[in-house]
């Protein structure tokens, strides 16, 4: 198990930028593919990016591909995620988690929320027009 716990989250205006980090605790967090999902207001959560274990290989939703850039740091514990031109669609919670699912399984579940052991507590990004 990992505990996660994101920040980076704020109020912005259309346009901007911001940059989430999620921390994890422990000392085999390079075990684990990374994951951002994010909830926005009467929607159910949605898959936003994933990296795998050695950061070799990101996913992104088909919708944020260009906007957004998931990476990680292995040394740092910690995963990224870099946010641009941000718009009003963009607000939402978002929260990081963790997978151990198998590589080649996760090669095509990487959006899937159940390849996802452990979630953190989400940080809020409110994108004002």
């Known amino acids: 198990q990992v505990q996660l716990v994101e920040s980076g989250g704020g109020l912005v205006q259309a346009g901007a930028s911001l940059r989430l980090s999620c921390g994890a605790s422990?000392?085999?967090?390079?075990?684990?593919?990374m994951g951002w999902f994010r909830q926005a207001p009467g929607k159910e959560r949605s898959f936003v990016a994933a990296v795998t274990r050695n950061g070799g290989t990101t996913y992104y939703s088909d919708s944020l591909k260009g906007r957004f850039t998931i990476s990680r740091d292995n040394a740092k514990n910690t995963v990224y995620l870099q946010m641009n031109s941000l718009n009003s669609e963009d607000t939402a919670v978002y929260y990081c988690?963790?997978?151990?699912?198998?590589?080649?399984?996760?090669?095509?579940?990487?959006?899937?929320?159940?390849?996802?052991?452990?979630w953190g507590q989400g940080t809020q990004v409110t994108v004002s027009s």
């Open positions: 988690a963790a997978s151990l699912t198998g590589i080649h399984y996760y090669n095509s579940r990487f959006g899937d929320q159940n390849q996802y052991n452990d």
């Open positions: 422990g000392r085999t967090f390079g075990l684990y593919n």
